[in-house]
C-alpha cells in the first residue's frame, strides 16, 4: 500500500508558465501596460495638438483685442501720452507682457515696468520681430478683418481728425435725426439712430431688406418726406474739413495730371466733375468702347441719385468709397486715401511697434514630432513596460507563493493528514491574507468537528450502553432464574426501554435538524397557556426535589403578549427541556422562576428561565449547546441527563426563527432566555400593511 506523501504540493509537479497564474498575470499585466502606454501617447499627442491649437486661437483673440484697443487710443489721440494705464490694464487681463516702441525701437511703455515711459527694456531683450504695428492709418488687416472689407483705405473710422462735430453741432444733428425717427415711425417704418465715430447721429433703418431705406416705390417717398422735413446737411466742422481735404485731394490728382473732384461728406464724389474729361465718356484714353460709354453715362444718373439718399440720410465718413471700374476713379480713391492719411496727422499717435509676451516672445511653438522626441517618447515607454512588466514579476511571485502553500495544506487534508496552519502573509488586509486566514480557521474547525465526532460517537456508544446493559442484565437475570419478572421487574425494564427511546427521539431530532428535515406545524400559541401547561407537567418533579417552581405573572395593566406563530409541540417541548434542565440543577430549598415578557424592539417575545442553582463556570458557557457537553464529565445519570436536551432546545429555537442564549453566575445560578418572533411580526408585508 502506497504511503502518502507528507511533502503535500512539494511532490506535485509545478504548472508550466503558459497556465499558471503567474504566467497569465504577467501576460496580461504586459498587454494591459502595452495598451495603456499606446493609449497614452496617442492621447498625450492629440491632446498636446489640440491644446496648441486652441493656445494659438486664444493667443489670436488676445492680440487681435490688445491691438485693437490700442489702435482706437492711437485714433482718438494726437500722442501716446496717458497710454500706460491702458498697457497694464491688458496685460493683467490677458496674463501677458506687453511693450509699445517707436519704429525705431525706442521704448514708449512696458507693462512689466514700473517705471514711467522711456524706461522701457533694452532692445536686445525685445523680440526680433514686432507683433504688430499699431497705425490707425494703415490698419492691420490679419488682427481687424473688418478693415479689408473697407476697400483700399484702411483707415481706422474711429480716426476723424477734424471732422469730430462740436457738441453744439451734435446736438442740432441729433434733435434732428430724432425728429426723422418720430416721423417714420408714424408712417410705419421702423428706423433708429446711431452715430458714427466723429459724433453725427444717422438714421439705421430696422428692416433688414436694403440698408438705408425701403425697397417699395410707396415707402421711398415716405421716406423722402420725412429726410426732407428734418435736413441735416454739413455742419461747418464738417464743411472746413471736407474742403481741407478736398484740397489735399486736388493737389494729388493735380500731380498726376487729372482732372480735380469734388468730394462728398461721405468720402464720395461727384462724377460730373469727370464725364467729358480724361477721356471717361469718349473713351480715348481709357479705351472704353462706345456701348462701355453709354454704359457709364447711364450709372451716372444712378450714383447721383444714391449721393443724394445718402446725403439726406446723414451718411459720413464711416462709408468707404467705392473704387470705380476706370482709371479716373481708381486714382481718385488713391488721392482721396493719401490725403485723409495726410490730413490725420497731428490728429492721431504716431506708428508705434507693439510687441506681446514680453522678450523672446516668437509665437506658441508648435507640436514637433521629431527623431530626438520619437527617440525619447519610445524610451519612456520602454522604461514604463519594463517596471510594469518587473513590478508584475514581482506581484505575481507574491501571490503564488502563498497560492502554493494552500494548494499543499489541502492536498495533505485531502490525503487525511493533519494539515499544519498556512503562515499568513505579512500584509494580511488582502485577499491572500484573507483567504489564508479562512482556510486556516476552515481546518481548525474541520479539527475540532473530527474531534467532536469521536467524542460524541463515545458518548453515544456510552449513552446507549448503559441502558441496554441494564435491560440485558435484568433479561439474563430472569432467563437464568434468579430474578423473578414481577410487577417492579417489568417496572425497571420499561423505565430502561423508555431512557434508551428518548435518547433515540433526541438523536432523530437532532439528525432532522441538521438536514433541515425538521418540520414545524406552527399555529398561534397563546404563551401563557403554553407556559401555564408545562409548569403543571413539572410540578411533580419539582416537589420531589423540594425546589419551589414559580411562574411569574405580568404587573396588573400589562397588555395580552401578542400570539406566537409556532409549533405548539415542539415550544413545550424546548420550555420543558429548559424547566427541567432547572430543576435538576438547582438543590432542595432553591427557586425555579418562569416568566415571559416582549422585548423592546416589540418583534420578539422572550421566555426566561431562572434557577438559583451551582451555576456554569465562565470557561463553560460556550459550551453548553453543545451535544453531549455535561459539566459533570464522569456522566453520572444521578447529576444530569445524556446532555442533549441543551443541543436540542438550540435547533428547535434555530427552526422557529429565534435564538437562545445563557448567562449564569457561578454558585448563584444560571439564567436562559428563549427569544421567538411574534405572529405579527412574521407576516409578510401586503397592501393593507403600512
Known amino acids: 500500500m502506497r504511503r502518502p506523501d507528507r511533502g503535500g504540493a512539494a511532490g506535485a509537479a509545478?504548472?508550466?508558465?503558459?497556465?499558471?497564474?503567474?504566467?497569465?498575470?504577467?501576460?496580461?499585466?504586459?498587454?494591459?501596460?502595452?495598451?495603456?502606454?499606446?493609449?497614452?501617447?496617442?492621447?498625450?499627442?492629440?491632446?498636446?495638438?489640440?491644446?496648441?491649437?486652441?493656445?494659438?486661437?486664444?493667443?489670436?483673440?488676445?492680440?487681435?483685442k490688445i491691438y485693437n484697443t490700442l489702435l482706437g487710443y492711437a485714433a482718438t489721440h494726437p500722442d501716446w501720452d496717458g497710454v500706460d494705464t491702458t498697457v497694464r490694464d491688458l496685460a493683467q487681463e490677458s496674463a501677458r507682457r506687453i511693450v509699445l516702441t517707436t519704429p525705431g525701437r525706442r521704448p514708449i511703455v512696458d507693462s512689466a515696468d514700473s517705471r514711467s515711459a522711456g524706461g522701457g527694456p533694452s532692445d536686445d531683450l525685445l523680440a526680433q520681430q514686432a507683433s504688430a504695428v499699431v497705425d490707425p492709418r494703415s490698419v492691420d488687416t490679419v488682427l481687424v478683418p473688418d478693415a479689408a472689407k473697407a476697400g483700399a483705405d484702411r483707415v481706422d473710422p474711429r480716426a476723424v481728425g477734424p471732422f469730430r462735430l462740436s457738441a453744439k453741432e451734435h446736438d442740432a444733428l441729433r434733435k434732428a435725426a430724432a425728429g426723422r425717427v418720430k416721423c417714420l415711425s408714424q408712417m410705419g417704418i421702423a428706423a433708429d439712430v446711431v452715430e458714427s465715430p466723429g459724433g453725427r447721429p444717422r438714421v439705421q433703418f430696422v428692416s433688414d431688406e436694403i440698408e438705408g431705406g425701403i425697397d417699395s416705390v410707396t415707402d421711398r417717398d415716405l421716406e423722402a418726406k420725412c429726410f426732407a422735413s428734418y435736413p441735416v446737411g454739413p455742419t461747418a466742422t464738417e464743411r472746413k474739413a471736407?474742403?481741407?481735404?478736398?484740397?489735399?485731394?486736388?493737389?494729388?490728382?493735380?500731380?498726376?495730371?487729372?482732372?480735380?473732384?469734388?468730394?462728398?461728406?461721405?468720402?464720395?464724389?461727384?462724377?460730373?466733375?469727370?464725364?467729358?474729361?480724361?477721356?471717361?465718356?469718349?473713351?480715348?484714353?481709357?479705351?472704353?468702347?462706345?456701348?462701355?460709354?453709354?454704359a457709364l453715362a447711364a450709372k451716372k444718373a444712378e450714383d447721383a441719385a444714391t449721393a443724394e439718399r445718402k446725403a439726406a440720410s446723414g451718411g459720413a465718413l464711416d462709408y468707404a468709397p467705392e473704387i470705380r471700374d476706370s482709371a479716373y476713379d481708381r486714382a481718385v480713391a488713391n488721392c482721396v486715401e493719401s490725403a485723409r492719411r495726410e490730413q490725420l496727422t497731428g490728429y492721431v499717435a504716431e506708428p508705434a511697434l507693439l510687441f506681446i509676451d514680453g522678450p523672446g516672445a516668437a509665437g506658441v511653438p508648435g507640436f514637433d514630432l521629431s527623431r530626438a522626441n520619437t527617440a525619447r517618447i519610445a524610451g519612456v515607454t520602454a522604461l514604463v513596460l519594463a517596471l510594469t512588466v518587473g513590478a508584475s514579476v514581482l506581484a505575481g511571485a507574491r501571490l503564488v507563493r502563498p497560492l502554493h502553500a494552500l494548494t499543499g495544506a489541502a492536498q495533505r487534508m485531502r490525503e487525511g493528514l493533519d494539515a499544519t496552519p498556512v503562515p499568513v502573509p505579512v500584509v494580511s488586509d488582502n485577499e491572500i491574507g484573507r483567504l489564508t486566514a479562512a482556510f486556516n480557521d476552515m481546518a481548525a474547525h474541520r479539527a475540532r468537528l473530527e474531534e467532536q465526532r469521536k467524542v460524541m460517537v463515545s458518548d453515544v456508544a456510552h449513552e446507549l450502553r448503559t441502558p441496554l446493559s441494564n435491560i440485558r442484565g435484568w433479561l439474563e437475570a430472569a432467563h437464568d432464574g434468579l430474578a423473578v419478572p414481577d410487577p417492579a421487574f417489568v417496572s425497571s425494564l420499561l423505565e430502561e426501554a423508555v431512557q434508551l427511546q428518548h435518547l433515540i427521539n433526541d438523536l432523530q431530532d437532532l439528525g432532522a435538524a441538521d438536514a433541515g428535515a425538521l418540520r414545524l406545524h406552527r399555529k398561534p400559541v397563546r404563551i401563557d397557556e403554553l407556559l401555564g401547561q408545562v409548569a403543571a407537567a413539572h410540578q411533580g418533579l419539582a416537589e420531589t426535589a423540594g425546589v419551589t417552581l414559580t411562574v411569574l405573572a405580568p404587573p396588573p395593566g400589562t397588555p395580552h403578549p401578542p400570539l406566537l406563530d409556532a409549533d405548539p409541540v415542539r415550544l413545550r417541548q424546548t420550555v420543558s427541556n429548559l424547566l427541567s434542565n432547572a430543576v435538576r440543577h438547582t438543590p432542595a430549598g432553591g427557586t425555579v422562576t418562569l416568566r415571559r415578557y416582549v422585548s423592546d424592539p416589540g418583534d420578539e417575545l422572550a421566555v426566561e428561565v431562572s434557577d438559583t442553582g451551582s451555576g456554569i463556570p465562565a470557561g463553560d458557557l460556550p459550551y453548553v449547546f453543545d451535544r453531549f457537553w455535561r459539566a459533570e464529565k464522569s456522566r453520572n445519570r444521578s447529576t444530569g441527563g445524556s446532555g442533549l436536551g441543551l443541543a436540542i432546545v438550540l435547533k428547535l429555537a434555530e427552526a422557529h426563527g429565534g435564538t437562545v442564549d445563557v448567562a449564569s453566575t457561578e454558585g448563584e445560578g444560571a439564567t436562559f432566555t428563549l427569544r421567538l418572533p411574534t405572529a405579527e411580526s412574521r407576516k409578510p408585508e401586503g397592501p393593507g400593511r403600512p
Do not use: F, H, M
Not at 464724389?269 to 467729358?276: C, E, H, L, T, V
Open 14 to 64: 509545478r504548472l508550466p508558465l503558459r497556465k499558471s497564474l503567474a504566467g497569465r498575470l504577467l501576460t496580461v499585466t504586459a498587454l494591459v501596460a502595452s495598451c495603456s502606454v499606446a493609449a497614452t501617447a496617442w492621447l498625450a499627442v492629440q491632446t498636446t495638438s489640440v491644446a496648441i491649437r486652441q493656445e494659438q486661437g486664444q493667443n489670436l483673440k488676445s492680440d487681435a
Open 242 to 294: 471736407l474742403s481741407a481735404l478736398n484740397q489735399l485731394a486736388d493737389a494729388c490728382l493735380k500731380r498726376q495730371g487729372r482732372t480735380a473732384v469734388k468730394l462728398n461728406l461721405d468720402l464720395s464724389w461727384d462724377r460730373s466733375y469727370a464725364y467729358g474729361r480724361d477721356g471717361a465718356v469718349s473713351g480715348a484714353e481709357d479705351g472704353l468702347s462706345d456701348r462701355e460709354a453709354k
